[in-house]
């Protein structure tokens, strides 16, 4: 057979190309060329006349989460809710997600007039590492690297970008981590997943499964002590915790229990959201929802076909994969008003692709055709407005 020129880190640089034509396009046609616009800030917590440096306020709107990780981002040691460089949190529990904000602080050298740019420079660098590990773990089943594109094709990832959101580096954290897992580089996987932890709290739907596998294994074997593929999971649940008491000190509350819960009723919240979209109606754009919810069941329904083909490295991933999806589905009806290209489910739909690729089960063209279009369809929505 003629050998293929596929390499994770051409995949990557693919990846991370694609990445940035799509926040050309949208700089371009969607922020009418300021770059700001993605932070989407609105004046309830954003005070056009305060912020500094300046970027674009929309008057009389609540924004979106990005001017929350703005402001942290110019400031990582500012955790109050109080308005800071001219935005307050609407929440103690924003605190918890610094690793993204940090990422970009750092990226900007510590200039808060940078920090609109190294937002959006974060997210490509973070969506080139999450097709560089997707390949790496694509190659190390015996598949062609190129497979790995699927783990970076998740409908919520495009909405982050877009948005200067965290679900990227979140994703980039897990993904990269399971890639040097398998090489048994266990130092630098714990390092991807303190980083995941730190980005998003739902990282630990991976972290604890995983933890929780691994303490099973042990009492099973009959192990005294932990092994060094269990440094990931203690070094990321010890970090957060540590983060935790960080903020409590600060802010006198641990940050992560304040946030709002949106957990009820398995399917209760998608039955009620769908009443009101069929009363109401609903919009083009958020009419999307539908294509990449029938694409996010069928990789769930393929995922759980596929766990047992995995080798016994890889089990823990079906444990991973049950918790993910029971918590997916009792997600209330807050999440599903305004579904957001489904950005609060990107850790179903990678451990669903993780698990179909490391089970070397066959992907069907259906699938792939499928997964190409509803990513053209979410891009083009965020192209075209903000």
């Known amino acids: 057979m003629r050998r293929r020129p596929e390499s994770p880190v051409a995949i990557g640089v693919i990846v991370g190309a694609i990445a940035l034509v799509f926040v050309t396009l949208r700089l371009l046609v969607a922020a009418d060329g300021d770059i700001s616009r993605f932070v989407v800030a609105g004046s309830a917590f954003t005070d056009a006349a305060q912020v500094q440096p300046a970027i674009r306020v929309i008057d009389g709107s609540a924004g979106y989460d990005g001017q929350f990780y703005w402001r942290l981002a110019t400031n990582p040691t500012e955790l109050n809710v109080a308005a800071n460089h001219g935005v307050r949190f609407d929440a103690e529990f924003r605190a918890t997600r610094i690793g993204y904000p940090a990422i970009a602080w750092t990226l900007s050298l510590g200039q808060a007039s940078w920090v609109k740019w190294s937002l959006v420079v974060s997210n490509i660098l973070g969506m080139a590492a999450i097709a560089w590990s997707g390949a790496r773990i ?6 062609r690297p190129l ?3 699927a783990l970076a094709s998740s409908s919520g990832l495009v909405f982050s970008i ?3 959101l965290c679900e990227v580096t979140m994703v980039a954290g897990l993904t990269a981590g399971v890639a040097l897992m398998a090489r048994r580089q266990y130092a630098w996987a714990s390092l991807c997943w303190m980083v995941a932890c730190l980005a998003h709290e739902q990282a630990l739907l991976c972290v604890i499964p995983f933890g929780a596998y691994r303490l099973v294994e042990m009492i099973r074997r009959r192990e005294r002590l932990p092994a060094a593929q269990d440094l990931p999971w ?8 540590l983060w935790q008491l960080i903020c409590l000190a600060v802010i006198g509350k641990v940050s992560v229990l304040t946030s709002k819960s949106n957990v009820g009723i398995p399917f209760k919240g998608l039955f009620e959201q769908s009443k009101d979209w069929l009363l109401n109606g609903i919009g083009p754009v958020e009419a999307i929802i539908v294509p990449q919810v029938a694409l996010l069941v069928t990789l769930v ?5 596929s766990v047992k083909n995995l080798q016994a490295d890889d089990r823990w991933l079906s444990w991973v994969l049950v918790v993910a999806a029971l918590l ?5 009806n807050y999440v599903w008003d305004g579904p957001a290209d489904l950005r609060h489910f990107v850790v179903l739909s990678t451990i669903a692709w993780l698990v179909i690729v490391k089970s070397g089960t066959r992907i069907p063209i259906a699938l792939i055709a499928a997964t190409g279009t509803v990513w053209m369809l979410t891009a083009a929505a965020r192209i075209a407005e903000v």
């Open 147 to 149: 497979v790995g594109l």
């Open 301 to 305: 329904v393929l995922a759980f076909r």
């Open 162 to 164: 877009s948005r200067d």
């Open 138 to 143: 694509a190659r190390s089943r015996g598949r």
């Open 234 to 241: 203690i070094a990321s649940l010890a970090t957060f915790g």
């Open 328 to 332: 997916t589905a009792s997600l209330s």
